[in-house]
């Protein structure tokens, strides 16, 4: 059975471009959360959508902004692009998101440089 | 609101040797806690986790980790350490009313020496 997949894996922008990251979960899972790591730290919680509702948000800026698909896949977006939004972009799955006792599973991420 | 503290930046450990982390959360409520561990350039995998019930949980890996209420600790162990158990691992937090929302520590990066 496939993982969560994500694309791009690799991607350089410059300051004040934008960007679209995409998820696909496993099979059967409803909920999609997005978790940026900046390098030397612990992922940050950015959005968790579930049955294409958002459910939660993090404490990232106005620029960020997502989506869940019908097909349960999810679009992270970024706009007018930092310096400091260089970071590994994670996607985690679970099969339910309205309790803190879902499982996740994690991609392997899009590795995300802005020069 | 939650916050997680893994003290340990860095433990280099010799091959066959046993090792520990430590991990101490804030949360009001009886957390749901979580261990996972990063190779580099590679997302999260889920070691363990602690829901409720028996303290002490077994993982993934020959890995296993205790619920201490009393010092709001979640340490993880192994016996025996192997060199592919060269990685960094993270404890997280989450809570019945954040959905999927996790607290992740700074992570402890592993090292293992032949």
């Known amino acids: 059975d496939a993982g969560v997949t994500q694309s791009p894996t690799h991607l350089i922008k410059t300051r004040g471009q934008h960007v679209t990251l995409r998820c696909s979960p496993i099979s059967g899972h409803k909920s999609v959360s997005w978790y940026q790591q900046v390098l030397g730290q612990g992922p940050q919680f950015i959005f968790q959508y579930y049955e294409k509702e958002e459910r939660g948000r993090g404490n990232f800026p106005d620029r960020f902004s997502a989506r869940q698909f019908p097909n349960y896949s999810s679009e992270l977006n970024v706009n007018a692009l930092l310096l400091g939004d260089s970071a590994l972009y994670l996607c985690?799955?679970?099969?339910?998101?309205?309790?803190?006792?879902?499982?996740?599973?994690f991609g392997a991420g899009s590795r995300l440089t802005v020069l | 609101a939650q916050s997680v503290t893994q003290p340990d930046i860095h433990i280099t450990v010799s091959e066959g040797a046993s090792l520990e982390l430590r991990c101490n959360y804030s949360y009001g409520a009886t957390p749901y806690l979580f261990w996972y561990v990063q190779s580099p350039g590679q997302g999260l995998q889920l070691l363990l986790k602690?829901?409720?019930?028996?303290?002490l949980v077994q993982g993934i890996k020959g890995f296993e980790a205790e619920f201490k209420r009393s010092q709001s600790s979640f340490n993880l162990r192994k016996p025996s350490v192997h060199w592919s158990d060269a990685a960094e691992y993270f404890c997280a937090v989450g809570a019945r009313a954040a959905g999927n929302k996790l607290t992740f520590g700074g992570g402890t990066r592993v090292l293992v020496k032949p």
């Open positions: 985690a799955s679970s099969l339910r998101g309205d309790s803190g006792a879902n499982v996740l599973t």
């Open positions: 602690y829901f409720s019930g028996d303290t």
